[in-house]
Antibody, heavy 116, light 106 residues
Framework: EVQLVESGGGLVQPGRSMKLSCAAS????????MAWVCQAPKKGLEWVAT????????YYRDSVKGRFTISRDNAKSTLYLQMDSLRSEDTATYYC?????????WGQGVMVTVSS | EIVLTQSPTTMAASPGEKVTITCRAS?????MHWYQQKPGASPKPWIY???KLASGVPNRFSGSGSGTSYSLTISSMETEDTATYYC?????????FGAGTKLELK
């Protein structure tokens, strides 16, 4: 059974950093591209970043370029999202998702609240 | 970036009623995916590659479209179909979602 379990969320002040993790199991992690998708409270889904199966390629939405870094450790079957210079508008639930032409499996999500 | 516009934003349907949700793209796309999300839950893939049903999706659901216009149809609304549906596409290493259509039971 595919499982994606996010961790690392919480309350953080504007301008500070936070790192999210996503532990994957139930599939061969290094065979799949992975992604982060966020959802602000009561709002719709928004793609954040994607990383290729081997980590060689990364893609970001414009609003997070230069602030967020997606990475992965295939030996640990873990996906990461380093979020720097956080803004109030980054407040959202962040989902880890396995990508294979579509976001086929999603984690349960982790809440990030950016507030002073 | 391709913008996806869903309509309606919210709708209510009676049991047994036919439902159609549309998704229009600001430029032509090759396919559309759809996700279902219920309150407090993660999104689930629902229809992929425009018209293929994801695993476990009832066959009262169907998808169609091409170019800039796509749709999700429920042939006969059931209680369990109440949810928010999102369309999604990929182009030029950028992924966009529609704003969602909230489907309620009348």
């Amino acid at each position: 059974e595919v499982q994606l379990v996010e961790s690392g969320g919480g309350l953080v002040q504007p301008g500070r950093s936070m790192k999210l993790s996503c532990a994957a199991s139930g599939f061969t992690f290094n065979n799949y591209d992975m992604a982060w998708v966020c959802q602000a409270p009561k709002k719709g889904l928004e793609w954040v970043a994607t990383i290729s199966y081997d980590g060689s390629s990364t893609y970001y939405r414009d609003s997070v370029k230069g602030r967020f870094t997606i990475s992965r450790d295939n030996a640990k079957s873990t996906l990461y999202l380093q979020m720097d210079s956080l803004r109030s508008e980054d407040t959202a639930t962040y989902y880890c998702a396995r990508y294979n032409n579509l976001f086929g499996y999603w984690g349960q999500g982790v809440m990030v609240t950016v507030s002073s | 970036e391709i913008v996806l516009t869903q309509s309606p934003t919210t709708m209510a349907a009676s049991p047994g009623e036919k439902v159609t949700i549309t998704c229009r793209a600001s430029s032509s796309v090759s396919y559309m995916h759809w996700y279902q999300q219920k309150p407090g839950a993660s999104p689930k893939p629902w229809i992929y590659d425009t018209s293929k049903l994801a695993s476990g999706v009832p066959n009262r659901f169907s998808g169609s479209g091409s170019g800039t216009s796509y749709s999700l149809t429920i042939s006969s609304m059931e209680t369990e179909d109440t949810a928010t549906y999102y369309c999604q596409q990929w182009s030029s290493n950028s992924y966009t979602f529609g704003a969602g259509t909230k489907l309620e039971l009348k």
